[in-house]
């Protein structure tokens, strides 16, 4: 049986420093235009890279971590736009299937359907979504006051933050602009939160059979009036979820036998 070997992507530099702290016996290793972070946490073999962005860029960067790196397993963490509208900023979605929204090779196959594969999703491993509600369970609600400061609180409405189980859009487009968040949902009616790598990682993914989860913390709601000071959200909030998060995983990890 091989040795477990867990890659940790995050979508910021801000969330993969702070998982960094997390870390022991830490070593860098450059590859790629990427710095990858090797070291333990609560004993476990770790990796932990900053995915960076797009489809692309993070499709090359799991490739990597499971060629080079010989990862076993996969955590994504980032932040994501709200798509359904009982999403809130500070929520939290774990993504049991992803979906690349901008894959459209019509007419010769369906809309969304990646070529080759006959798949338009890809899903989560069970055991992952499982260990990573607890954890998230476990930082959200009246929790959040234990580490995020009050007035962060006060400043991005972060009271009654809950988790969520669905599906999740990714592809290479930015959605700031309504029309088009309401625009993807009416073309994917399922899916709770847009991003841009999560659905690319989750195919590389299941073509080397790495069990794997997407995590992604809500940055901002499906309206008009969600414009929130980013840099501060992605420092003192998300960030902060991605360490809490990581730590609880592990933590946790003895019911994965990891």
């Not at 420093?17 to 235009?33: A, D, K, P």
């Not at 008009?224 to 003192?236: Q, V």
Request: glycine share 6%; proline share 3%; net charge negative.
């Amino acid at each position: 049986m091989s040795e477990k070997i867990i890659g940790i992507m995050g979508a910021m530099h801000e969330e993969i420093n702070s998982i960094l702290h997390l870390m022991t016996g830490v070593e860098e290793i450059s590859f790629g235009r990427r710095t990858y972070y090797t070291g333990t946490i609560h004993n476990i073999k770790t990796v932990v890279v900053f995915s960076r962005w797009g489809k692309v860029a993070a499709a090359t960067t799991v490739t990597s971590l499971i060629t080079r790196f010989n990862v076993t397993d996969l955590i994504f963490i980032g932040v994501a736009g709200a798509i359904h509208t009982e999403l809130k900023i500070g929520d939290v979605v774990i993504a049991d299937r992803l979906i690349q929204h901008d894959m459209d090779a019509r007419p010769l196959m369906p809309r969304h359907e990646i070529p080759l594969l006959g798949l338009t999703y890809f899903e989560s491993d069970p055991d992952y979504i499982t260990i990573a509600k607890r954890a998230i369970d476990a930082i959200i609600g009246d929790n959040i006051h234990s580490f995020i400061e009050e007035h962060e609180i006060e400043q991005f409405s972060l009271q009654n933050t809950r988790a969520f189980k669905g599906t999740v859009a990714s592809g290479d487009k930015f959605f700031a602009d309504q029309a088009d968040k309401e625009q993807l949902h009416a073309a994917i009616p399922d899916i709770l939160c847009v991003e841009m790598e999560g659905a690319a990682v989750a195919q590389v993914c299941y073509e080397y059979k790495i069990p794997f989860v997407v995590l992604r913390i809500i940055s901002d709601e499906c309206n008009e009036n969600s414009s929130i000071d980013f840099p501060d959200f992605i420092k003192n909030v998300s960030s902060k979820y991605a360490y809490e998060i990581i730590r609880n995983m592990f933590t946790l990890s003895s019911g994965l036998a990891l």
